[in-house]
């Protein structure tokens, strides 16, 4: 049995999974790291909902600021609702959804694992999410804050700079500063977890080198979680601390608000340092926002290109570039914070090789693209739009790396279109292929393709309709997070454009009808699929679709090749999948 | 308030972040006694039974140096309030009128009003943002009273109130076109609570939140008049925002009048 | 395991022939390569067509706004103002140039390249010369940019590089943020801080035109960010510290000034004007107000008052 081969933790983890009975213990309080993968989505998607609805919100009242005014969207509540926005896609969505879900969905399925190596720590990192969606849900509930009606709500940003966020009444700040913590213990949970796993656990014959890129790159992730997240928990300690205990770590003495004083005379908090420690996390987790996704498109591109990726080995170094420069960055959003000019020179140099790695992904996309067999599936369309966005948002990131054209884009929208380049048409757009292509593994279910085209058509046409001009506002002028830009005459002249940006975002935000249409009805009538649809090579297409408990019959496959041999010479078919032994190659 | 007072006190010296002594009223707002301290005190006064109300007329008198009134600067990037005021607008805080009185001031019964029973008026009382000003600048509401602010400006204001009498401590919405907070309730006496305006800093009113009816504000000639106290010994006080209070004993016979005059020195 | 058909290998112990009927079109033993699409795969012509529609819309919208692409930048008024754009325009070439090249190439692929009956993709697992190539041009080209900028960031950040308060045609204005008020502090035609003739200035800020003026950043509460968009200058406030910056402004005329960082519910408000007007007019104007000075001397200003008591 080749279950032998495997590392002991494999078996021993193997050994604790009887198939579960009880409805409670196999669908709700599971171990299983595909269902733990799927309740993570579902979840993903309901707060994906609520974070869109704030979206709106924020969009309304930029382009109709009076009308929205008299629906009760005061700049109390815009301000609620871009925090919120923001806190609620990065923490709840994207980085659960990548992460949590496909991180838990697909590791032991990929590397021909069983299961993941500590089972009850991954039922915890996701059941620290509740409580983490609760207490940004209780922020807005609190009377504290300043919104009437709507009840309150953490107003300072998802940045949450102090002395704003430490001097901000009510309770809604240590909320949302006590929910990010929970969300950032999830993350360590959850990244030893895959770290072991994939360390330990492999099939037989599955080295390093043999990993699909989308391993990779949740292993290189999870390092950066491992390594970024604890200093993100300590900021957010130290801003609770500041709130509830008055300490004087970021808030200093000179802070004065109508007639209060917070700190007594003498303290000598540093503004500064919150910036500091919150970016040298929130740097790395853009990163953890685009790796995994830049894995599956990996992934997807080299399956419907019918052709092996190009450049297997650039592409998980330049991963491991783009994640060790990441360390290095992160003074590139303080360029224009007070942070030594000097210093600002060399963030600016480390910022502009950073680029670089993310050019050769691209390059190599495209090479693998070259000389393909193309299908356009829904995956594959989400696929190559990822990286033709995703050459926007990393393009865009040039003039903010350059420290003086920073000096006039910091702080617009310019920023906004960057951001929504990488996280909505880059791993948003990852996301969506990765639902599109593992969907049959997750449900034994195919999706419809062609609601699944007109979904992805919308979206790219929404999405580039909302988020491109902002780049033009931006430059022109406009600076975020103003709830009424007709309050500045020179920004008039981008009323309209705004305005256009808004019934683009309200039909993207419909147009995800469309998927949760397809989503939910394909559960029901989708088409069955086998446990290979696509004639894919990596090891989850060798088992069962939807794959059974303990993922794999009774042997693990052992693995014979790398994860792309697509168009291999060595055989009829145009795939060699990781598990098929060929015996005679012929040249 | 007090849990987090608790934390403040408890914990720092536990963290030894701060060397802080005698710090914990810097969250309280200057310049303002802190908490109506009405109650039972001293014993000596309260209602003495029986008999019609009475009544309590008299003046508040500023003695001093002169103080001239201050020109305001309020240039504003969207010349809103310019255009409000042609002549310009001159701080409010000192309201002299004839003959030395004094305007915008409280006379109240700080003491011996514990033992009533007091209805609570339901018509709220309205501060009303007004070409860049509060109008008035002294309310005087009842606790339980609901106090209603109003915006009749195309600008944005923000009202912003902290304090330990303000629900949860602090109060801050934005109004950026004309309309109405309704129904802020205040649960806890103050005098007074201070109400600013962080867009226009020159903007700013004081709510005096008192748990009895027993209360006026002075005329602008300083004039003052107390209708239906019971008859009995009272404590009464005399503020304003910037002179602070003064105190005074007063009987109120049955059915009569007493004349009280009061006098705030710089 | 040599079985064509290794992806019908049923490991979970369902029926084998599972596997045909979800993902196999036209299936032949010869052909495992048949599309996998369940439905016929769209046009690649629509990719094409869909993705110029998007471009020329956009144009079109651009185009209808009133807006043309060299004026998208507000007016550049300040003598560094002309550097800062022409970085943003070579950026913005070089960023055009592989835009075009990268969407270029990726639309002829997916043109070129799609799915043919019985097609065999090209069987390469990439090309170490091509990674070269493609990881030392952009590089050097990152590498040179990053270099190219530090002249003009030097020269409008560094300190060595700032012009000096003694300089006799040199202006200093002390700004003073807070929630969310811009306040101007002027030093009067002592040229002198902490005299009778200083006077301060709400939301309005006079400048001469031509000449160097310093900006000592200084905020009251929270953190905000000078920004004076077509001056090209931004510059977060910090609790705590005094912050210089300078700026020449070169044409007449009334310019915004903004806060750009988040400070609260009044944020968008948050704004003043910058007058620059010639300097006998501005000269004349600093004369005027400290004599006739609405707020009188700074020190009486309650927020100045407190705000320096209290450190």
């Known amino acids: 049995m080749s279950q032998a081969l495997v590392t002991p933790h494999a078996v021993e983890s193997h050994a604790h999974h009887e198939d579960p009975k009880g409805f409670w213990s196999k669908w709700v309080f599971s171990k299983d790291h595909k269902v733990i993968g799927l309740q993570f989505l579902f979840s993903t998607i309901l707060w994906g909902l609520v974070g869109g609805s704030l979206a709106m919100v924020v969009r309304y009242k930029i382009a109709w600021p009076d009308a929205a005014e008299g629906m009760g969207i005061t700049n109390d509540v815009y301000n609620v609702s871009f925090t919120m926005h923001a806190s609620v896609m990065i923490f709840l969505v994207i980085i659960p959804v990548l992460v949590g879900a496909f991180g838990n969905f697909l590791i032991p399925l990929m590397i021909g694992a069983r299961d993941m190596a500590f089972p009850t720590l991954n039922m915890l990192s996701y059941w620290v999410m509740w409580p983490a969606f609760g207490v940004f849900i209780a922020s807005f509930l609190t009377e504290s804050g300043p919104v009437k009606g709507l009840g309150g709500g953490p107003a300072a940003g998802w940045t949450s700079y102090p002395p704003l966020s430490s001097v901000a009444g009510g309770n809604a700040q240590t909320l949302w500063a006590v929910g990010v913590i929970l969300v950032g213990w999830s993350s360590i949970m959850g990244a030893v977890n895959y770290l072991t796993t994939i360390l330990r656990m492999r099939a037989p014959g599955m080295t390093m080198f043999r990993m699909p890129l989308t391993v990779w790159a949740l292993f290189i992730t999870s390092i950066l979680q491992l390594l970024a997240t604890p200093v993100l928990g300590s900021a957010m300690i130290l801003l609770v601390l500041e709130r509830v205990a008055h300490t004087s770590v970021f808030t200093p003495a000179t802070v004065m608000i109508g007639d209060t004083a917070f700190r007594p005379p003498g303290s000598v908090g540093q503004p500064l340092l919150f910036q500091h420690l919150f970016w040298f996390y929130s740097h790395p987790a853009v990163y953890i926002m685009i790796l995994p996704a830049m894995g599956f498109v990996s992934d997807i591109l080299a399956t419907f290109a019918r052709k092996p990726l190009f450049g297997y080995r650039p592409m998980i170094y330049s991963i491991g570039g783009i994640a060790g420069l990441g360390f290095v960055v992160w003074g590139h959003h303080m360029f224009q914070s007070g942070m030594n000019p000097y210093l600002g020179t060399a963030f600016m140099i480390s910022t502009m090789m950073i680029a670089l790695p993310s050019a050769v992904k691209v390059f190599n996309w495209l090479g693998t693209l070259w000389g393909g067999q193309i299908r356009f599936t829904a995956a594959m369309c989400f696929a190559i739009a990822f990286v033709s966005m995703f050459v926007i948002g990393g393009l865009s990131g040039i003039f903010m790396a350059a420290t003086p054209v920073d000096i006039q884009i910091h702080d617009t929208y310019f920023i906004v279109a960057h951001i929504h380049y990488v996280l909505f048409t880059g791993s948003l757009f990852g996301i969506f292929a990765g639902v599109y292509y593992w969907y049959p593994k997750m449900f034994g279910k195919l999706m419809d393709e062609r609601l699944g085209r007109w979904h992805f058509w919308l979206t790219f046409l929404f999405g580039n309709g909302t988020f491109f001009l902002m780049h033009v506002v931006g430059a022109g002028g406009m600076q975020r997070r103003i709830a009424n830009p007709l309050a500045y005459e020179h920004l008039h002249r981008w009323q309209f454009l705004n305005q256009f940006m808004t019934v683009c975002a309200f039909c993207l935000f419909l147009s995800q009808i469309l998927f949760l249409v397809n989503f939910v009805r394909s559960l029901a009538a989708g088409r069955k699929a086998g446990p290979n649809p696509w004639n894919a090579n990596t090891l989850e297409w060798s088992t069962t679709s939807p794959a059974p408990h303990g993922n794999f019959g009774p042997e693990i496959p052992t693995v014979h090749h790398g994860p792309y041999e697509y168009g291999s010479p060595d055989v009829a078919e145009d795939y060699l999948p990781q598990w098929r032994e060929v015996e005679a190659k012929t040249a | 308030m007090g849990r987090s007072r608790l934390l403040y006190r408890g914990l720092i010296p536990l963290l030894l972040l701060a060397a802080c002594g005698g710090s914990e009223d810097l969250l309280v707002a200057r310049d303002i006694t802190p908490i109506y301290a009405g109650g039972s005190g001293g014993g000596n006064y309260g209602p003495s039974g029986g008999g019609a109300p009475g009544k309590i007329v008299g003046k508040v008198h500023f003695t001093g140096a002169g103080w001239p009134k201050k020109k305001l600067d309020i240039t504003t990037a969207d010349g809103f309030c310019i255009k409000a005021h042609a002549n310009g607008l001159y701080s409010e805080w000192f309201d002299l009128g004839e003959g030395g009185g004094l305007g915008n001031a409280v006379v109240y019964v700080k003491e011996g009003a514990s033992g009533g029973k007091w209805d609570t008026p339901s018509q709220p009382v309205v501060l009303d943002q007004h070409g860049c000003q509060y109008l008035p600048h002294v309310a005087v509401l009842q606790v339980g009273q609901p106090l209603v602010i109003k915006s009749s400006d195309n600008t944005l204001h923000n009202v912003h109130m902290t304090g330990p009498a303000v629900p949860n401590g602090e109060f801050n919405q934005s109004m950026s076109r004309p309309g109405e907070i309704p129904g802020i309730i205040f649960r806890k006496p103050e005098v007074a609570q201070r109400v600013y305006c962080d867009v226009h800093s020159w903007m700013e009113a004081f709510i005096v939140v008192l748990p009895h009816p027993l209360h006026a504000l002075t005329a602008e000639d300083g004039t003052f008049t107390i209708d239906n106290v019971p008859p009995g010994k009272y404590r009464l006080a005399a503020w304003q925002e910037k002179l602070g209070e003064t105190g005074q004993d007063v009987t109120v016979p049955a059915g009569g009048t007493v004349t009280v005059d009061f006098a705030l020195t710089r | ?311």
Not at chain 3, 93 to 112: N, R, S
Not at chain 3, 154 to 179: L, N, T, W, Y
Not at chain 3, 262 to 268: D, K, R
Request: glycine share 10%; aromatic share 10%; hydrophobic share 40%.
């Open chain 3, 1 to 311: 395991m040599s079985d064509p058909h290794a992806n019908d290998h049923d490991h979970g112990g369902h029926g084998a022939g599972h596997g045909h009927g979800a993902g196999h079109g036209g299936h032949d033993a010869g052909h495992g390569a048949t599309p996998p699409a369940p439905e016929a795969p769209p046009k690649p012509g629509a990719v094409v067509i869909g993705f110029l529609v998007l471009l020329i819309g956009e144009v079109i919208i651009l185009a209808n706004s009133g807006i043309r692409l060299p004026s998208i930048l507000p007016e550049a008024v300040s003598s560094y103002a002309a550097d800062v754009d022409h970085l943003f325009y070579v950026i913005l070439g070089i960023v055009a140039f592989f835009f075009f090249l990268t969407e270029g190439l990726l639309v002829y692929f997916i043109v070129k390249y799609r799915a043919r009956e019985g097609g065999r993709s090209k069987h390469t697992h990439g090309s170490h010369a091509l990674e070269l190539t493609w990881t030392f041009i952009p590089g050097l080209i990152l590498f040179a940019l990053a270099v190219f900028q530090t002249g003009t960031w030097g020269m409008i950040k560094f300190k060595g590089q700032m012009p000096h308060e003694s300089d006799a045609d040199v202006e200093v204005v002390e700004v003073f943020a807070r929630q969310f008020e811009w306040h101007f502090r002027y030093w009067g035609p002592d040229r002198q801080f902490g005299t009778a003739d200083d006077f301060v200035k709400r939301a309005e800020l006079h400048v001469p035109v031509g000449k160097k003026v310093i900006v000592k950043l200084q905020t009251r509460d929270v953190i905000h960010s000078f920004w004076l968009p077509n001056a090209r200058l931004k510059q977060d406030l910090l609790p705590g510290r005094t912050i210089k910056q300078w700026f020449e402004i070169t044409k007449e005329g009334r310019y915004p000034v903004v806060c750009a960082e988040l400070c609260g519910n009044g944020h968008t408000t948050m704004q003043a004007t910058l007058v620059a007007e010639s300097a006998d007019h501005y000269r004349e104007w600093v004369g005027g107000q400290a004599k006739d000075n609405p707020l009188g001397n700074p020190a009486d200003d309650p927020m100045w008052k407190d705000w320096k008591e209290q450190q």
